[in-house]
């Protein structure tokens, strides 16, 4: 299957800034979501990247670089309700399949 | 506009015993998603299916089983349940991940089996 590899857990204060890291398989290659999942809850849609470059959404903005196999999200001005879990799903599959990775914990501290 | 609807939203099983988590969508979407969320973890794909009829194994799918009869409705299976399967079960739906079109999910189905 495919190996989605992103940090387990990043701490960060109220406004600064946060960049998780998410690296994945080229083969196949057509796309890639990134989600945000509070606890409890199901997760919502952030963005997704086909493109190489950076797509910019607010405070939020997400990286793709396709040769390198690489995307990042960019949290900017961290705010309390920021604290939740950032999951990376490339589209590797022709045929509609979409795996996640293990997801990345964001504590945001006073 | 009801999105993704699962039931139930909690459940208590023996071990042995089988149920059906219900996912029903009424946006037309072609594709639909289980996945699971262990404690902690991220979602793992148990099945998948692109369209009424078809539908395909996820990363793990042992211990499930599923059917699409209908474009809104995808149901899960679990024959013989396991503590193993104790989870988060989430139902999501998609017109068309191909083309960047995001996930709908439901707002998920908590299951224990002791």
Redesign the interface.
């Known amino acids: 299957g495919q190996n989605i590899d992103q940090p387990t857990e990043m701490t960060a204060t109220e406004g600064a800034i946060v960049q998780i890291n998410c690296t994945y398989q080229t083969s196949g290659f057509n796309g890639l979501f990134w989600y945000q999942q509070h606890a409890g809850e199901a997760p919502t849609f952030l963005s997704y990247n086909v493109l190489d470059g950076l797509e910019e959404k607010g405070r939020f903005s997400s990286f793709l670089s396709r040769s390198k196999g690489y995307s990042y999200l960019l949290l900017k001005e961290l705010q309390m309700k920021d604290s939740a879990s950032y999951l990376c799903a490339p589209r590797t599959d022709s045929w509609g399949k979409l795996q996640f990775g293990a997801g990345t914990q964001v504590v945001v501290t006073p | 506009n009801a999105g993704v609807t699962q039931t139930p939203k909690f459940r208590i099983l023996k071990i042995g015993q089988s149920m059906t988590l219900q996912c029903a969508q009424d946006m037309n979407h072609n ?1 639909m ?1 289980w ?1 699971r969320q262990d404690p ?6 148990i099945y ?1 299916s ?1 369209g009424a009829g078809i539908t ?1 194994k ?2 793990v799918p042992n211990g499930y089983n599923v059917s699409r009869s209908t474009t809104e409705d995808f149901p899960l299976r679990l024959e013989l349940a396991a503590p193993s399967q104790t989870s988060v079960y ?1 139902c999501a739906s ?1 017109y ?3 083309d ?1 079109e ?2 709908f ?4 189905t908590q299951l224990s089996v002791l």
């Open positions: 594709y998603y996945y902690g973890m991220g979602l793992k794909l998948y692109v395909d996820g990363e989430f998609s068309s991940p191909l960047g995001k996930l999910f439901g707002s998920g």
